[in-house]
RNA sequence: GCCGGAGUGGCGGAAUGGUAGACGCACUCGACUCAAAAUCGAGUAUUCGCAAGGAUGUGGAGGUUCGAGUCCUCUCUCCGGCACCA
């Protein structure tokens, strides 16, 4: 059994209450946190000393914290950290006169709130709103700045009123490409009624097809409004989503959990499958570019930049056009255009369109369609998971190289993915890994046509432990006349050189001829190339043969040298072909042989008449969730009146045959043939009665307020024509049938008829913003927040909502927080998400605090929406956060992550009830450098305690009395602090910050014990200013002990003295080729050569000097002197 | 696999190319105390040495430099992100 150790208590001085009289006579208090805290945090609260104003002729500053999401599970000790270093870099900022907005909030939407909804029944809104209470009484403990007065939470509806605002405001845009920003949908609809979409250069859904004004003003308004969808930055769409029938509602990924049967929620175990559900999306694809341009000018980590670029995922290529054996044209995206002419293949994805296009065409349609629903059967884990590429290939269709007209097969595979790029790929596998495993796989021919251009290259000799002694030796000596580098390999006897490729030559032979026995290895990049002795030659360097030579052909020779069998055998060794996919210079290319692969893609996409493009791994984001607890999407699907498109189908001329029309003898109209075919087919027929041809021009759609019962779609319907009749519309087409259609079968035979069938009844409903004044749209309750059982949100169930239209989807969490920011600024506003004086007076944040795990979602989508709301004028500028700063996490002291799971969190409260808040907060910005996670150490916090309650001590010492003179170290000690200070709370360096204090402190104490030193008022007051951040009851208790009017972090913070850093006297130390052999003083600033004469006859230094000619000494200003001999 | 980041005492960590281990924890010894806690003082990388002092030392192997934890090359390990993105 387990023994579990309770961490001891370490007890703290603050017991007792006594006072300690100074020697001034004045009373010194014990130093109590709980009642120090207590009481000033009371006072800050009545003296409002946080309350930020708008108008203010101060210069701005803004600091943000990510604000917290309320969960039941409550505040633990890693949460504040970011807090707390954005409340220490607001209040210096505050200090030294900056007009700082430092408010708080809640996220207050998400699906905790819905579970626990779920479980008890309870209605979400109180128990956030009490949570909410919970989180604000922990935050108010650690002592924040915050001003309260700001508050904001995403569940409120006096804040998501503009949360749908904004919604709607995208809903109704498009992305104009051409001025690269966003525009009101209204400027698209004129465009449209001027030109139609020809002259658009739009970020659109792909289905979209180009049409005329005439087109366009034809359309009904469901048609038009169907249109502009796929150009809205919000837009209807379908997704596949988790659906579990057991459960009946969709999950969210980190709510499923694989199981050897498959996907399973992890509530339960039931299974969860793939369902196609109606969603609503925004384009974040349209700002892909800028959200990458823009990202160069934020001070923020290259690592959440490097994030967000990998995951925007931009590559430029170029799309190419291949043509097929059929003559449809096949256009692939590739980045590689200069391996073009190595393409022995091209690759479709499945649910490539050619693939259901060419199926007459396709011999092995039944092979083909056997490996297509076998990948649909593949769960997407599967297809990821298992590595193995499975394809085949489309036979009695090939594809034309467009660079050499070659013919190459074509294969369908499920390693191209439809969703990126055209979903059809040329394969190169000389040059790309998965074409080349691919090829391998089905013995596909592989084409190489790029050399290595690498100036550096290395080779591993195979040497004897004694020829490595031998050949280092060679080298030392510089008995090769080169430059390189060696180095054994795991101690074995094999030495790595790396050399000049133009020095190869020579290397070779200086192998060849001065170490016996040798045998070697080539590494080029990381792949390796065995080359035989006998071999190696000087058209080593541009046959590229040597890349594809059989690893079988070589493998005797390898197994036969042991230790270099143990070294390459477990990498790319095993491989029988090696691949070379970096960029070089073009071979087998005709022309352009010789050219640069950078080069090349260039002239080789112009030579075949492909384009360049760029394209994103980023999908436009999924903005809409089947639950209760989310912002309503106020959005009304409002009922129309159906419409009927009527497609025009052909001519007949009609046989009556006795029994009735059975048959139909028809002519086509472009091949001469006649043939029978059965009532309802649809062909393209002339007239045949008088060897006339006329054409009957359907273009209208016909509005319908009650559609007569014979329109069901699909279904044919004949109207009689004379053969000198035109028919130009469906109203006269209909006229006509409404007038033949009672004796339809009479008039038949006699005349010829045209048939013409209903394609589409389009009743579906019209979508219509909510009008801006009535928002907010605001939740419904319901009986019950358990899910539908449709997989639609609870919502659905509510037949007021229902029968209102509304939409049932509700938004994302990530609503919310994208723009809560822009509230802060204005969290009051009736009229406007935030007024236009305060949105230009506060701009953007600039200093944003929080988890780099927000990288790719919130980080992304707030600058999207931010983007988006600065195009239409909205917001002052590009990005809303200059600054980004992201905490390390605090690990629980068994090094996990701290989580109720565990049993493993400490509560801040039990923290602040047993140290203090300051403590907490010191320790908190201690424990090491602000980015790094660290452990808690219940052990190490003591050191904290402490030193706030040595500073406090401190405060006994101080010299009271007006004759008091200040002392010249310790004034000196207090300006390095301050500078250090200072510089490190702005580069967050937090924990140099509180050492230098610590520092200053032990150097006051030390100079205090000696005699006739003293501390004065000033200057200890100067300490607790540049402490006060840190531990601000303390500090501020402290200031009115001293008797100084106001609050501390009202007080301005204090400047350095550069004079007063300066001590009278340097330390150098004194080097003897590098190694530090004496330390000696100096009055500061004296000259170099004396400093040097006396440096040369110390008598530690003598010893080391003797009988050495001197060569050379370095001196480093106030430092060091390194005499060189 | 690819892209980032990081490897320094018993622990958290500090070091514009210039004394490696600041500061703190822990530990050892001492002072105070009847005693303990708290507090204060001294010490604390490894190794040789009684000492003075020397040698070694920032994951490993090389290199550049008067001088490298820091810069360069290779390599190992750990963490994070992406993952068949052509």
């Known amino acids: 059994m387990a023994i579990k150790k309770k961490p001891q208590k370490r007890a703290l001085s603050h017991a007792s209450k006594k006072t300690v009289t100074q020697k001034t006579g004045m ?39 990510m604000f917290p999401y309320p969960s039941g599970a409550g505040l633990h000790v890693g949460h504040p950290r970011g807090y707390i270093a954005s409340d220490v870099f607001a209040r210096m900022k505050r200090m030294q006169g900056f007009n700082v907005l430092h408010p708080m909030g809640f996220d207050s939407f998400g699906l905790p709130a819905e579970q626990y909804a779920i479980q008890t029944g309870k209605n979400p809104n109180i128990f956030t709103e009490q949570l909410i209470k919970t989180y604000k009484k922990q935050l108010e403990s650690i002592g924040f700045s915050y001003d309260w007065s700001r508050e904001v939470a995403t569940h409120r509806p006096d804040y998501y009123e503009w949360t749908q605002w904004i919604f709607l405001q995208i809903y109704n845009s498009w992305y104009d490409k051409t001025k690269n920003k966003a525009r009101p949908i209204d400027d698209l609809v004129k465009i449209f009624e001027k030109s139609g979409n020809e002259k658009v250069h739009a970020v659109c859904n792909s289905n979209s097809v180009s049409f005329s004004a005439k087109e366009w003003k034809s359309w009904s308004e ?15 769409g379908y997704s596949e989503v988790n659906w579990c029938p057991e459960l009946g509602t969709v999950l969210a990924n980190d709510e499923i959990v694989d199981s050897s049967t498959g996907p399973v929620s992890e509530r339960g175990g039931y299974p969860v499958e793939k369902k196609s559900m109606r969603q609503w999306f925004m384009r974040i694809t349209a700002y892909a570019d800028r959200l990458i341009q823009d990202l160069e000018g934020l001070d923020w980590s290259s690592h959440i930049k490097e994030i967000q670029k990998n995951w925007i995922g931009k590559s430029e290529g170029s799309e190419i056009e291949f043509t097929v054996s059929t003559g449809d044209s096949l256009k692939v995206f590739t980045t590689r255009a200069d391996t073009l002419f190595g393409v022995t293949y091209v690759v479709l994805a499945p649910e490539h369109d050619l693939v259901q296009k060419l199926k007459l065409q396709i011999k092995n349609w039944n092979e083909v369609e056997t490996y297509l629903s076998e990948v649909k059967a593949k769960s997407e884990e599967d297809r990821v998971s298992s590595k193995e590429k499975t394809g085949v290939e489309i036979k009695g269709i090939k594809a034309i190289n467009p660079a050499n007209s070659e013919e190459v097969p074509v294969w369908i595979a499920d390693y191209v993915l439809a969703g990126y790029g055209t979903g059809a790929v040329m394969a190169v596998p ?32 195979v040497l004897t432990l004694k ?28 030495i790595q050189v790396q050399f000049k490729k133009e020095l190869l030559k020579d290397f070779i032979t200086l192998v060849q001829n001065q170490i016996t026995g040798t045998n070697w290895v080539e590494i080029v990049g990381n792949k390796n190339i065995i080359v035989q002795k006998d071999s190696v030659s000087e058209d080593l360097l541009d046959d590229a043969d040597i890349w594809f030579k059989k690893f079988s052909e070589w493998e005797p020779f390898i197994r036969g040298q042991k230790s270099l069998w143990d070294m390459l055998g477990q990498n790319q060794f095993l491989r029988e072909f090696v691949c070379y996919q970096n960029d070089g210079i073009l071979k087998n290319s005709a022309q352009f042989s010789g050219k640069s692969s950078v080069e090349a893609r260039k002239v080789i996409t112009e030579f075949v008449g492909g384009k360049l493009v760029t394209k994103y791994k980023i ?74 041809s006329f054409l009957v021009q359907v273009k209208e759609l016909w509005n319908f307020k009650n559609i007569p019962e014979i329109f069901k779609k699909g279904k044919h319907l004949f109207t009689d024509i004379y053969p000198d009749q035109e028919i130009n519309t469906i109203e006269e087409l209909y006229n006509r049938y409404k007038k033949v259609a009672p004796n339809y079968d009479k008039r038949i035979d006699k005349y010829g008829c045209v048939a013409w069938r209903v394609e589409k009844i389009s009743e579906g409903p019209l979508i219509i913003p909510v009008s801006e004044k009535k928002l907010p749209l605001e939740l419904p309750n319901v009986k019950s927040y358990a899910p539908s059982g449709t997989g639609e949100s609870p919502l659905a169930t509510v037949k007021a909502w229902t029968t209102a239209g509304y939409e049932t989807n509700t938004m994302p969490g990530w609503a919310g927080s994208s723009w809560y920011f822009l509230r802060y600024m204005d969290p009051k506003n009736k009229k406007a998400f935030a007024d236009k004086k305060a949105l230009t007076y506060w701009k953007d944040v600039d200093m944003y605090v929080g988890g780099q795990e927000h990288a790719t979602g919130h980080l992304l989508y707030a600058r999207f929406w931010h983007k988006f709301l600065y195009d239409l004028g909205y917001v002052p500028t590009k990005e809303p956060f200059k600054s980004l700063r992201n905490q390390g ?5 068994d090094g996990r992550k701290m989580s109720k799971r565990w049993g493993n969190v400490i509560n801040p409260d039990d923290i602040v009830a047993t140290y203090g808040a300051d403590t907490l907060r010191v320790y908190e910005m201690f424990m090491g450098p602000f980015e790094a996670s660290q452990p808690w150490s219940t052990e190490s916090i003591i050191g904290s305690r402490r030193f706030v309650e040595r500073v406090w001590r401190l405060g006994e010492k101080v010299a009271t009395q007006s004759t008091a003179k200040s002392s010249e170290g310790i004034e000196r000690s207090i300006h390095k602090a301050i500078k250090k200070v200072t510089e490190d709370i702005h580069s967050f360096g937090f924990n140099t910050a509180i050492s230098a204090m610590m520092i200053c402190v032990n150097d006051i104490e030390n100079t ?42 009202t007080a301005p913070w204090p400047t350095h003295n550069p004079k007063k850093l300066i001590d009278q006297e340097m330390t150098i130390v004194v080097q003897v080729n590098g190694k530090v052999r004496a330390e000696l003083r100096f009055d500061t600033g004296m000259q170099k050569e004396l400093i040097e004469a006396h440096a040369l006859r110390d008598e530690k230094i003598l010893p080391w000097i003797e009988g050495k000619e001197i060569k050379r000494v370095i001196y480093v200003p106030g430092k060091l002197i390194n005499i060189v001999c």
Request: glycine letters at 4%; proline letters at 3%.
């Open 27 to 65: 009373k010194f208090p014990e130093y109590d946190h709980k009642k120090i805290e207590k009481t000033i945090q009371k006072e800050w609260l009545a003296k409002n000393i946080y309350k930020t104003e708008t108008a203010s002729k101060k210069k701005k500053y803004y600091v943000l914290d």
């Open 222 to 236: 469901i048609e038009q409004q169907k249109i502009l969808m796929n150009y809205r930055l919000a837009y209807e």
């Open 430 to 461: 000389a040059h790309d890994e998965r074409d080349f495993e691919f090829a391998n796989k089905y013995g596909l021919p592989i084409k190489q046509v790029i050399t290595s251009e690498d100036s550096f290259r290395s080779i591993v000799v």
């Open 467 to 494: 020829d490595v002694d031998l050949f280092k030796k060679q080298l030392k000596e510089k008995a090769i006349p080169f430059e390189f580098a060696v180095s054994t390999i795991s101690k074995r006897e094999h």
């Open 619 to 692: 999908r436009d984001a999924i903005f809409a969730r089947q639950r209760y607890w989310g912002e309503p999407i106020p959005l009304i699907h409002k009922k129309v009146e159906p419409k009927l498109e009527i497609k025009f189908s052909g001519e007949f001329r009609y046989k009556l045959l006795k029994d009735g029309v059975k048959t139909i003898e028809v002519r086509a109209l472009d091949k001469k043939e006649r043939k029978n075919v059965n009532v309802g087919d649809i062909l393209k027929f002339t007239h045949v009665e008088k060897q006339e």
């Open 889 to 893: 996490l605090i690990m629980a002291t």
């Open 1008 to 1049: 205090l014990q000696k005699e006739g030193e003293a501390l004065v008022v000033r200057e200890y007051l100067m300490l607790i200013q540049i402490l006060a951040p840190f531990a601000p009851h303390m500090s501020d208790v402290l200031w009115k002990q001293f008797g100084q009017k106001g609050s501390i972090h």
